[in-house]
């Protein structure tokens, strides 16, 4: 049997600008903080409750509080649905996982390092159950490695395995990539934005999209 995982953000849904413009608006609304132009790949753990540990370390020399941390989520995820029109599959994702989903031989998760109700805010708009899957978030742990770690977890329990054949990870960011070479995984690169920032860091299987189904059957099978 194999494991299927996909993140969201940039990977199913084009929802990264959406997303980055309702991240930085939320810090400077609940606490004036400036983050328009931060470059993310400075931060260590780049997850929403990662971002927020590390701005609250950064401007306040301390972690955030449980209620400050619930503050920005909500704001957070106020601001996103005012603006969820915006959010839209990346071409053929959804009929790509439907596709796979059905086939005996894959288990199929996601893994994202955005908050579970942002996440499932977006892929209820673009007509994706996340009930229906393995699924966890920034929800369960600020680093994106362990996320996809729980996700391989609940995974191997739920087939009642000890291992997988081979486990996939389809991500857009060379987050994703980091995380995917710290757990010995195979890593399917998305580039529907076409900025080569993959292909720069040695990618060698990127799609733009998943309109190439058999392409991708190819690498997974």
């Known amino acids: 049997m194999k494991l299927i995982i996909f993140d969201i953000d940039g990977t199913i849904i084009d929802s990264v600008n959406t997303d980055d413009?309702?991240?930085?608006?939320?810090?400077?609304?609940?606490?004036?903080?400036?983050?328009?132009?931060?470059?993310?790949?400075?931060?260590?753990?780049?997850?929403?409750?990662?971002?927020?540990?590390?701005?609250?370390?950064?401007?306040?020399?301390?972690l955030p509080s449980t209620k400050e941390i619930e503050l920005i989520k909500n704001h957070?995820?106020?601001?996103?649905?005012?603006r969820k029109e915006e959010f839209t599959e990346i071409k053929d994702s959804l009929s790509f996982i439907n596709y796979i989903s059905k086939i005996p031989d894959f288990q199929i998760?996601?893994?994202?390092?955005?908050?579970?109700?942002?996440?499932?805010l977006?892929?209820?708009?673009?007509?994706?159950?996340?009930?229906?899957?393995?699924?966890?978030?920034?929800?369960?742990?600020?680093?994106?490695?362990?996320?996809?770690?729980?996700?391989?977890?609940?995974?191997?329990?739920?087939?009642?395995?000890?291992q997988f054949e081979t486990i996939f990870y389809f991500g857009d960011g060379i987050w994703d990539l980091k995380a995917t070479e710290e757990l010995d995984i195979e890593f399917i690169g998305v580039d529907f934005k076409k900025n080569n920032k993959l292909k720069k860091a040695g990618v060698k299987r990127i799609i733009e999209n998943y309109e190439t189904q058999s392409k991708i059957?190819?690498?997974?099978?």
């Open 21 to 62: 413009d309702c991240f930085i608006e939320t810090f400077y609304n609940l606490h004036q903080i400036d983050l328009t132009n931060v470059d993310w790949t400075n931060f260590k753990n780049i997850t929403d409750i990662g971002l927020t540990i590390e701005i609250f370390q950064k401007y306040y020399n301390r």
């Open 76 to 82: 957070f995820f106020e601001l996103l649905n005012n």
């Open 109 to 120: 998760g996601f893994a994202t390092g955005g908050w579970k109700e942002t996440a499932e």
């Open 122 to 162: 977006k892929c209820n708009y673009v007509g994706l159950d996340l009930d229906e899957f393995i699924f966890k978030s920034s929800n369960y742990h600020f680093n994106r490695a362990k996320i996809i770690e729980r996700v391989i977890d609940e995974a191997l329990t739920k087939n009642n395995i000890n």
């Open 217 to 221: 059957m190819n690498w997974i099978i």
